[in-house]
């Protein structure tokens, strides 16, 4: 790949859709807001490097694709675009398995090293041994068929749970470029508790409020007084202080109405109150 170029594939010699352009002429025409790597599989051939050719997976070839890995990354890192490489998944070809275990080193250490963050994804389609399957667990839970008939490519359920594990990461990106406050926001009510408490603690500390501080209202005189017992027994009848002759007398009058039943006179105005006519 031409150094300001975007291929399909890093070895290929054929061009995507948008030619030769570089990835700032592409990031320029198109809204680009986050960037998905997932490629390789086409990878393992043959890289010239001046009148050399460079075999597949070799030291010099895999510190020259490695450099690539990197300037495709740092194109987009220059532009503040996040990254995400996606690693392959198992291949049910012993070869190209192998191919992609070196691929997948490559992949994590380089792109990593560029800025890229690195989406393991080889346990989530691999068996208990680590080894290629077709089937396994969807986004439900369910057991279906992941991978296609050349056990290369995915079905659309191996595409559904491969796109749950970018979900994450994307919104992680998103939140982390949201501006940030060094203050929670509150429910309003919880807010004004919480002013109304700082308020008092400075007025019993004799501190004045911040600059910008709301002042808290004033609180208001409730519309009746403390609550009064309409069953209590009187302590002080009339406002005057209770004696011993008044006890005494209340003593015995509890007593014929608890132990001897005798009727309370009733008060006027009151329930038992059946005088006629009415006051």
Do not use: C
């Not at 998905?36 to 051939?45: C, Y």
């Not at 890995?69 to 998944?89: D, M, N, R, S, T």
């Not at 992949?107 to 089937?135: H, L, V």
């Not at 998103?174 to 919880?190: Q, R, V």
């Amino acid at each position: 790949m031409r150094d300001d170029a975007i291929d399909s594939d890093l070895t290929a010699g054929h061009r995507n859709r948008y030619g030769t352009r570089s990835v700032r002429q592409i990031a320029d025409a198109l809204p680009i807001d986050f960037v998905v790597v997932l490629i390789g599989i086409n990878d393992s051939q043959p890289l010239r490097d001046g009148a050399a050719s460079l075999d597949p997976l070799s030291d010099k070839w895999r510190d020259i694709y490695g450099q690539r890995v990197e300037k495709l990354v740092e194109q987009f890192q220059v532009l503040h675009i996040p990254v995400a490489w996606v690693g392959l998944p198992p291949m049910r070809s012993d070869r190209f398995n192998a191919q992609v275990v070196k691929l997948n080193e490559i992949y994590k250490q380089r792109a990593e090293k560029a800025g890229a963050r690195y989406i393991d994804i080889w346990d989530a389609f691999a068996d208990q041994n680590g080894q290629y399957d077709a089937f396994g667990p969807d986004v439900n839970g369910q057991t279906v068929k992941l991978r296609g008939a050349d056990g290369i490519h995915f079905t659309k359920a191996g595409s559904r749970k491969l796109a749950q594990f970018l979900d994450a990461e994307i919104k992680r990106a998103f939140d982390k470029s949201k501006p940030s406050s060094d203050i929670a926001t509150l429910p309003p009510d919880i807010e004004q508790a919480a002013i109304d408490i700082n308020a008092q603690i400075r007025r019993e500390m004799g501190a004045a409020a911040p600059a910008g501080t709301p002042i808290a209202a004033p609180p208001q005189k409730p519309a009746a007084g403390p609550i009064q017992s309409l069953t209590g027994k009187p302590i002080s009848p009339g406002g005057v202080l209770l004696t011993r002759a008044t006890a005494k007398r209340e003593r015995a009058a509890l007593e014929d109405v608890l132990a001897r039943g005798a009727p309370i006179d009733p008060k006027p105005g009151r329930a038992d109150d059946f005088s006629w006519p009415r006051p």
